[in-house]
Structure formats: structure tokens, C-alpha cells
């Protein structure tokens, strides 16, 4: 783990996540909803919809709604709810105002998905204190709430912030008060921070894995989780054995990658319960898909190749990916493409826990540039 500096700073690391960000977008032209259950989402078509809940607002929340659940679910728990259909035009418009944002206050700046970015922001704490004469924990906060209200002043939504030594930390943290929240972890408090949590907590890790890790080492909370051996972990999870142990005691010295020119773009969704019905499966990697077909469009990208990620139960993960004939703006290719992949689990009796789709080899589009619209598809 990297830690202290020759000055006393440690690295220092933001995770910045726009609050139920779909809601949130369609919220900031409908105001007057905010103080109403707002769903974004298929047509529930009164509780017969087929589709699934992309975002809801925190109100909505509160009534059982939660990304992923079936439209028809949420039509049951709030039928007064206000649903809308998507426009992921404009969703992907304002990621790339609020990303625009959040950049001028990183020294680098990961861009992860449409609605959340890491942020290293040690050199500029660093400099904060020196000519500000602020102290650490200080200047943490008011770099925070400048970005809070940066976003909020410019775009009309809020942004949850949480700050540690690492990112899967920072990410944890973020989660931690949401909405409009702000949560600090001190390298000092890491472990303890992290000791009471649920193992349910960690990224990645569902109800299932939560499942075995009760069931087998009769375990509930990261720091349980921190002593059973590492052997033991391989035994039941293979190289995810090593990961849960490094997670269990803070450990995760990534980096904070700039992410100005993508080499690829990639969004995922990971499902509340695992999920054995492929028609749901595919319905919900088409949101996927169009989630990432708004930042490629918002951010001019022509691309060639097009890749899905499936996870199973106990982490089993398979990617897929194929290659165009020529670059392609195309929403219609990047479906057609995504399906293919997709229709060879169709036989498969495993259950799914996370489904992603990727796209990459991208290149800037010109004004003028022709795009495979019309591309032949086999």
C-alpha cells in the first residue's frame, strides 16, 4: 500500500458518484417531481411492462424500488409513481458536462462509468495546504464541497463523495451517505472502517458469495472475513480467494488511470439477485448497451469492436468480443452484436450475477464522416 509522503501527505483518493444519476438527469427538467416517487425505466403498461427499472429517485427508494427490478415489480410497490422512458441522449450529455467538471479538480482524473470517476487528488491537496496554510483534513473538505457544488450549480444534481488511501475504499465510502453525501477515511481508520461492514459491502461481492462465505466459514463482516486464511478463500472462491483477502485488509494499490482518450468504453450492471432468466438478462444488457452507446455518442467515438462480460454465480466470468468490418456509430449494430454474444449462454442453467458490455479500437468521428449505418448484418 502506498502511504505517507516525504511531507506527511498520503495519497489521497476521491470516488465521485453522481446520485441515482438517470433520476437525477430527468429530475433536473422536471423539478417539480422531486418531492414525488420518480422511476426511469420501460412502460409499466400498468404492471403488465416486460422491461426493468434503469434509476429511481431516493423517494421511490424508500418504497422497495431498486435498479433492476422488474418493471412490473415496481408497479406493484408504487403505481402512483411518475415513469419515464429513458433518453440517453441526454444522459450521456450531461455525464460529459459533469466528467468535464470533475476533471479540473483531480491531478488525474478515471473515468469509470457514465455517472462516477476516481479522482488522485494528492499534489493538489498538497499545494492547497502549502499556499493556504490549510491542514490536511481541511483541505479534503473543501475540495470536496467544491466539487459537490461545482456539479450541482452547473448541471442541478448532486454528487456523493468518498475519500481514502485507495479507490476500492473511496468506492466503498461513497456508499456510505448517500444522497449528497461525504465520507472520509483516514489511512489510520482503513481496518477499522472497514471491520464492521457486511461482506455484502464489497464490490463485486453478491448474494451468493455472501451465501458461501456464511455457510462455509460462518461469516457476516469484513473483519471476520480478514482471518480466515488465504488457502482457505482459494478453496472456495479460486484466484477471487487472494482478492477477498486483499479487500478484507484495505489492500488495493491501483491507480488512478487518465482516461481523457478511452482505449475502450464499458459499462456493467450487477444484478440484485442472481438471475436465471435469460430474457431478462438480455433485457437488461440492452440498457447496458445504450448506456454505453450515449457516452460514445456524447463523446464523438466511432468504434470497431464490441465485447459483453457475463459473470456467474461464484464469480465464474466469460467475455465475448467481435470485431466490425469497419467502424460504426450504429445503436442497431451494437444490439445485434451484444445478442449474438449473449444467445450462446440462451442453453445454460447457471445463474447470471453481472452482465457488461464494452466497446473499443475507437477513433474520433468527424463532422462529415460516414458511419455503418446501413452495415450488413450476419
Known amino acids: 500500500m502506498k502511504e505517507a509522503r516525504g511531507d506527511g501527505f498520503s ?3 476521491f470516488h465521485v458518484d453522481m446520485d441515482s444519476f438517470y433520476a437525477s438527469c430527468e ?16 412502460d409499466p403498461r400498468e404492471g403488465k411492462g416486460r422491461g426493468v427499472v434503469l434509476a429511481c429517485n431516493y423517494i421511490a427508494k424508500k ?3 431498486k435498479s433492476g427490478m422488474p418493471i412490473s415489480r415496481a408497479w ?33 482524473t478515471e473515468q469509470v462509468s457514465i455517472d462516477e470517476a476516481y479522482l488522485d487528488v494528492t499534489d493538489r491537496l ?13 483541505a479534503i473538505r473543501e475540495l470536496a464541497a467544491e466539487i459537490k457544488k461545482s456539479v450541482f450549480d452547473n ?12 479507490k476500492l475504499v473511496a468506492k466503498i465510502a461513497t456508499d456510505m ?33 455472501q451465501r458461501t462465505l456464511s455457510e462455509r466459514f460462518h461469516i457476516e463482516t469484513i473483519a471476520e472475513l480478514r482471518k480466515i486464511p488465504i488457502d482457505d478463500l482459494r478453496d472456495a472462491f479460486g484466484r477471487s480467494g487472494l482478492w477477498l483477502s486483499n479487500v478484507a485488509n484495505g489492500m488495493d494499490e491501483s491507480e488512478v488511470v487518465e482516461s481523457w482518450d478511452p482505449v475502450s468504453i464499458s459499462s456493467e450492471t450487477t444484478f440484485q439477485e442472481d438471475e436465471g432468466d435469460y430474457a431478462k438478462v438480455r433485457q437488461v444488457m440492452e440498457e447496458v448497451a445504450r448506456d454505453v452507446f450515449s457516452r460514445v455518442e456524447s463523446e464523438r467515438y466511432l468504434f470497431r469492436n464490441v465485447g459483453i462480460k457475463i459473470r456467474f454465480t461464484g464469480f465464474e466470468t466469460h467475455t465475448r468480443s467481435k470485431s466490425l468490418r469497419a467502424h460504426s456509430v450504429s445503436l442497431e449494430v451494437l444490439l445485434h452484436e451484444c445478442e449474438k454474444m449473449l444467445s450462446e449462454f440462451y442453453e445454460s442453467e447457471k445463474y447470471v450475477r453481472l452482465i457488461g458490455v464494452r466497446v473499443s479500437s475507437l477513433k474520433k468521428r468527424e463532422d462529415d464522416q460516414k458511419t455503418l449505418m446501413d452495415w450488413e448484418m450476419d
Not at 429530475?27 to 420518480?38: A, V
Not at 433518453?87 to 491531478?107: A, N, P, T
Not at 461525504?182 to 464489497?202: W, Y
Request: charged share 25%; with cysteine; glycine share 10%.
Open 11 to 13: 495519497r489521497t483518493i
Open 27 to 42: 429530475l433536473s427538467r422536471r423539478p417539480e417531481m422531486k418531492s414525488e416517487p420518480f422511476v426511469v425505466g420501460a
Open 63 to 65: 418504497q422497495g424500488l
Open 76 to 108: 406493484e410497490l408504487s403505481p402512483k409513481a411518475q415513469y419515464v422512458t429513458p433518453d440517453f441522449e441526454l444522459y450521456g450529455e450531461i455525464s460529459r458536462k459533469v466528467m468535464q467538471l470533475v476533471r479540473q479538480f483531480g491531478d488525474r
Open 126 to 138: 498538497r499545494k492547497i495546504s502549502r499556499e493556504e496554510g490549510e491542514t490536511r483534513d481541511i
Open 155 to 166: 448541471q442541478g444534481i448532486t454528487c456523493s463523495v468518498g475519500v481514502a488511501n485507495s
Open 177 to 209: 451517505n448517500k444522497p449528497d453525501g461525504f465520507t472520509i477515511v483516514k489511512p489510520e481508520e482503513v481496518l477499522s472502517f472497514l471491520g464492521p461492514l457486511s461482506v455484502s459491502k464489497i464490490p463485486g461481492v453478491g448474494k451468493v458469495t
